[in-house]
T-cell receptor
């Protein structure tokens, strides 16, 4: 079945360091891919998305490119801030008839130290 | 525009009891989905409702049920609670009229079963 695998955390970085969180997926067809972020004590927020191969999603300095050939959607940021500390979830969307559901990866906790 | 509102935010129950959680979607959104988040299983899809009809259901036992009202508000119920039902229950809404790929999440209801 469809699934998402992302690197285990926690990932601990110093402020201004470069961030990469790996995400690979298994799916039939070419699903849309997403990164959601969960700040402490909050629900999930959409960070960025890509709907087809080679699309690059970007938001708040984060980027991810939909790579069909490697079935990957790695999240990157050139210079992280303390405020980026959160849990990041990679996800794909599955359509079943007229319903949609998200398949999430296990989440990667990012801790950025000043 | 108000976001997705979930009540209660926190609750404690004992094994064997039942619980009802409520979700008010963003105004104009007709689809409501529910997800369970636990440290061990991550984020898992429970069900989706659209226009008062259940459109999709995840792999959960029949103790988990839900419904949606004519104003799009949704409730989920868990009967005969087990320790393993302790989790953050997240509600998400989308317009349902056009697929945009984005779900808007509430802050969740944290259930503790003793």
């Amino acid at each position: 079945g469809d699934s998402v695998t992302q690197m285990e955390g926690p990932v601990t970085l110093s402020e201004e360091a470069f961030l990469t969180i790996n995400c690979t997926y298994t799916a039939t067809g070419y699903p849309s891919l997403f990164w959601y972020v969960q700040y402490p004590g909050e629900g999930l927020q959409l960070l960025l998305k890509a709907t087809k191969a080679d699309d690059k999603g970007s938001n708040k300095g984060f980027e991810a490119t939909y790579r069909k050939e490697t079935t990957s959607f790695h999240l990157e940021k050139g210079s992280v801030q303390v405020s980026d500390s959160a849990v990041y979830f990679c996800a794909l969307i599955v359509q079943e008839d007229s319903s949609y559901k998200l398949i999430f990866g296990s989440g990667t906790r990012l801790l950025v130290r000043p | 525009k108000a976001g997705v509102t979930q009540t209660p935010r926190y609750l404690i129950k004992t094994r064997g009891q039942q619980v009802t959680l409520s979700c008010s979607p963003i105004s104009g959104h007709r689809s409501v989905s529910w997800y369970q988040q636990t440290p061990g299983q991550g984020l898992q899809f429970l069900f989706e409702y659209f226009s008062e009809t259940q459109r999709n259901k995840g792999n959960f036992p029949g103790r988990f049920s839900g419904r949606q009202f004519s104003n799009s508000r949704s409730e989920m119920n868990v009967s005969t609670l087990e320790l393993g039902d302790s989790a953050l229950y997240l509600c998400a809404s989308r317009t349902g009229t056009r697929y945009t790929g984005e779900l808007f999440f509430g802050e969740g209801s944290r259930l503790t079963v003793l």
